[in-house]
């Protein structure tokens, strides 16, 4: 075995993650290695700084609130939903009446209506070209996991 | 943290229980090392509660998603490492536009205080190492221990998550490999190269003071 071998199980020993033989063997290494024994020392020294580290406890209230937050949090995503959904299904059908109403009107000229139709047309088109883009651009873009 | 790993929240859910009722058990039974892993790899307590709360909320609204074998921890961690990641790299974007648009002064007196030796110029090009690590998270502070978290801070997404399983929720190789979908192999391999970065970090800034 290498020293480089040997370096993936000093991670192990270092974290008491070797059985009984690994452990004898790696010690055996240790012991004819001074390179290896001088990166082990520090590695060491290192994990009994990064050991004696803990987070910070919160307050008990964080844990005592913590699931009403949660639950707030989950009813407030199905509301803003169901309030999204209701909305573009209200905006979509008030829309639709609306154009029928002014078609069907007779006091409405020709012409406005004839505007109406473009301007309502032309937005379909750019909604489905954006969309289609859209669509085609997120399967495609090999960097689109790049970070910016 | 094992029994964490192993358990099939899926079994829960079907217990008979209400759907609210099931997954405020699985909330309370995880809440402690959902906010102690975000707040590892975000060192932000505000920070720390919201994306762990989110991740929840996300969890909830996919759990379809787990499919009738799967163990609830390691799936859910995934939601939860992948929004504190989005939000290192926002809060990162958001710092390097606030340096390139600040007076070289402000800038050069921010680098004073975190880097050693390094000049203004240097830290527009480059973006501020850590990204805005709090060493007030850590319990028992002293000056090493600051050294240390700011240290964490500076250590990329990918070896600063195997750091912050291994030593701050205390989990087994093997775990670490369930929760991070790989080999036992590569979590030794990331913990080698993590300690090793951390070292080089803790070394340069002793070098630095020392100058």
């Avoid at chain 1, 069907?104 to 012409?111: A, F, H, K, N, P």
């Avoid at chain 2, 964490?4 to 309370?28: T, Y």
């Amino acid at each position: 075995m290498t020293c480089q071998d040997h370096k993936d199980l000093m991670m192990a020993y270092l974290d008491d993650e070797l059985d009984d033989e690994q452990k004898r063997a790696f010690e055996a290494h240790l012991a004819s290695c001074g390179d290896c024994a001088k990166d082990m020392e520090e590695f060491k020294k290192l994990k009994r700084m990064t050991d004696g580290m803990a987070l910070a406890e919160p307050e008990d209230r964080v844990w005592d609130e913590y699931w009403n937050h949660t639950y707030n949090r989950i009813e407030r995503g199905t509301g803003w939903i169901l309030f999204s959904v209701a909305a573009i299904a209200l905006l979509l059908y008030g829309g639709f009446e609306l154009i029928e109403t002014i078609i069907e009107d007779r006091t409405v000229g020709g012409l406005a209506k004839v505007g109406l139709l473009a301007l309502i047309g032309g937005l379909a088109i750019l909604f489905v070209s954006v969309l289609r883009e859209r669509i085609y651009f997120w399967g495609r873009d090999r960097y689109k996991d790049v970070r910016r | 943290m094992g029994s964490v790993c192993e358990e099939n929240a899926v079994a829960l859910w079907d217990s008979g229980q209400s759907p609210r009722e099931a997954f405020e058990a699985i909330v309370k039974r995880h809440m402690k090392d959902a906010y102690f892993i975000a707040l590892g790899l975000v060192g932000n307590r505000e920070d720390a509660l919201e994306l762990s709360q989110e991740a929840f909320y996300r969890a909830y609204k996919h759990f379809d998603q787990l499919n009738s074998k799967g163990k609830f921890f390691p799936w859910f961690y995934q939601i939860l490492r992948n929004l504190c990641f989005s939000h290192l790299r926002k809060r990162r974007v958001r710092r390097d536009y606030q340096l390139r648009n600040a007076p070289i002064g402000d800038c050069r007196s921010e680098i004073g205080d975190s880097i050693p030796g390094a000049d203004s110029q240097s830290v527009i090009s480059d973006p501020l190492p850590g990204d805005g690590f709090d060493p007030e998270m850590v319990a028992e502070r002293n000056e090493s221990k600051d050294r240390v978290w700011r240290a964490i801070g500076q250590l990329d997404e990918k070896h600063r998550e195997v750091i912050v399983l291994r030593h701050f929720r205390d989990m087994s190789y093997d775990e670490m490999a369930k929760v991070l979908f790989c080999n036992r192999g590569t979590v030794t391999s990331r913990l080698f190269y993590a300690r090793q970065r951390l070292k080089e970090i803790l070394d340069h800034e002793k070098g630095g003071q020392e100058q």
